[in-house]
């Protein structure tokens, strides 16, 4: 490859300033190669610290979109297991918008959002399904397990128990966990009984969930999923809200 050729591949790289884009298309057909390699030179002599600001941002650039269409097609991979309806759910049940939330109820994050994914389902424009993903230990699959085991009692009693543990600071001990129950009003007996018998399919929905964090390679909670889009750790309302309205728009 000629020095020259190399020199204008080099600049190709950096198209998006303009400065180089507007020289090069006035001056590359009346220069010679040498002429043009001397000011190429003498240009990147002068702004080598800007040139590779600009490649470095152009790197970094690439990489969001690599991994957004990554993260884009993993969805569209896993679509079935993750827009399952056989978890809970709440919010507009026949809104064609569909997020998925994944949490940890010792998650810090997964509580400081607790009140404004409470306000999105509010908004009546979502139907939001609940992925209990204990990744924090034992304190959190102990919650995950009763939060299940309280949907298979009474599933509209699911959100009730959900809130509750999300705004408990501190560890679940049995105690903890049998004061919520008892709070939202169910049964003692039918809450142990319904951990006894449904067990298997309460770990079977938790494991699920939990490979498909692993799966989406995402590293912890909360995270969420509306159409094609993750939104990982406390995204803002705002910021949920727009991308609802998005697909909203697009299904009118």
């Known amino acids: 490859m000629s020095r020259i050729s190399f020199l204008l591949i080099f600049i190709l790289a950096v198209a998006s300033l303009p400065v180089i884009n507007n020289w090069l298309s006035h001056r590359s057909q009346t220069l010679s190669d040498d002429q043009i390699g001397k000011r190429l030179d003498d240009y990147i002599s002068r702004n080598f610290d800007r040139i590779i600001k600009a490649l470095r941002e152009e790197s970094i650039k690439s990489s969001y979109t690599a991994r957004d269409n990554a993260t884009k097609s993993e969805i569209l991979q896993y679509k079935s297991e993750i827009f399952d309806s056989a978890y809970p759910y709440s919010g507009n049940k026949n809104s064609k918008v569909i997020a998925v939330g994944f949490f940890d109820y010792a998650c810090g994050y997964c509580k400081a959002i607790k009140d404004d994914i409470e ?95 692993k799966k989406l390679g995402v590293g912890g909670t909360p995270f969420l999923i509306i159409g094609d889009s993750l939104f990982v750790g406390a995204t803002d309302l705002d910021v949920l809200r727009k991308k609802v309205d998005e697909l909203s728009h697009k299904q009118d």
């Open 119 to 213: 306000q999105l389902i509010s908004d009546g424009k979502v139907k939001y399904i609940f992925r209990d993903a204990p990744i924090l230990g034992n304190n959190s699959l102990k919650a995950a397990k009763s939060a299940l085991a309280v949907y298979f009692v009474d599933k509209d009693k699911y959100l009730d128990f959900h809130y509750a543990a999300l705004s408990h600071k501190g560890e679940f001990s049995d105690e903890i966990i049998l004061g919520i129950v008892k709070n939202i009003g169910i049964n003692e007996d039918d809450f142990k009984n319904s951990m006894q018998n449904n067990a298997d399919e309460i770990e079977q929905m938790i494991n699920s969930s939990r490979l498909l964090v």
